[in-house]
């Protein structure tokens, strides 16, 4: 097994551009999130999906957007970059299984400056 | 509301001796309470989780933590520390009793620095 992997580990965009974030895992997981990693703010969550079709705000949606076409796949869109989205970003998944919902796994983690 | 405070942004501590990392909680109801580790860029690890039973629960790597309900704290814990151990440790804390708001609340985190 894989895990969880992320593409790309580094992105530099310009303001304004967009690009997406790649997330998949194949541990047939229902749960997958997005989490960004900023100095003393420790993990916030972005988005997440309960499962195929179904994805949810976080704590800090705004300017991102996901959807969750497979059981595999995540990705989490940046519609119009800007430099207070320069941060780390982790994608974790878990089961849906009670008392293990919330064991996550995470990827690697992409780092993006937005200039 | 939901919270978990890690008190502390560092802590040292020499090669062979005891450490503690710690973490307090604020829940309505039963916490859910995990401990992560994050690696020098790297993604997070899942060490050890309390759902209920004993309070003293066992993980990875040779650490293990205490529920304490009276306290609300869930502090890590390893007898004797590595170097290797040094990282970011993360506390974080679920509501049992949250029904359909199962996310997971994070600590800020706290870097722990294991000197030779």
């Known amino acids: 097994n894989a895990g969880v992997t992320q593409t790309p580990k580094f992105q530099v965009l310009k303001t304004g551009q967009s690009m997406t974030l790649q997330c998949a895992q194949d541990m047939n997981h229902e749960y997958m999130s997005w989490y960004r990693q900023d100095p003393g703010m420790g993990l916030r969550l972005i988005h997440y999906?309960?499962?195929?079709?179904?994805?949810d705000q976080g704590e800090v949606p705004n300017g991102y957007n996901v959807s969750r076409s497979t059981t595999e796949d995540f990705p989490l869109r940046l519609l119009s970059a800007a430099p207070s989205q320069t941060s780390v970003y982790f994608c974790a998944s878990s089961t849906g299984l009670a008392g293990s919902r919330d064991t996550q796994y995470f990827g690697p983690g992409t780092r993006l400056t937005v200039l | 509301a939901q919270s978990v405070a890690q008190p502390e942004d560092q802590v040292n501590v020499a090669e062979g001796n005891p450490l503690t990392v710690k973490c307090t909680y604020s829940?309505?109801?039963?916490?859910?309470l995990f401990w992560y580790v994050q690696y020098p860029n790297r993604g997070l690890q899942f060490l050890l989780k309390?759902?209920?039973?004993d309070n003293l629960v066992k993980g990875s790597y040779g650490f293990e933590a205490e529920f304490n309900k009276s306290q609300t704290s869930f502090h890590l814990k390893k007898p004797s520390a590595l170097v290797s151990d040094s990282a970011l440790y993360f506390c974080a804390v679920r509501d049992s009793n949250a029904g359909n708001n199962r996310k997971l609340i994070w600590g800020l985190g706290t870097s722990l620095a294991v000197n030779p």
């Open positions: 999906s309960v499962g195929a079709g179904i994805t």
């Open positions: 309390y759902i209920t039973g």
């Open positions: 829940v309505s109801g039963n916490p859910y």
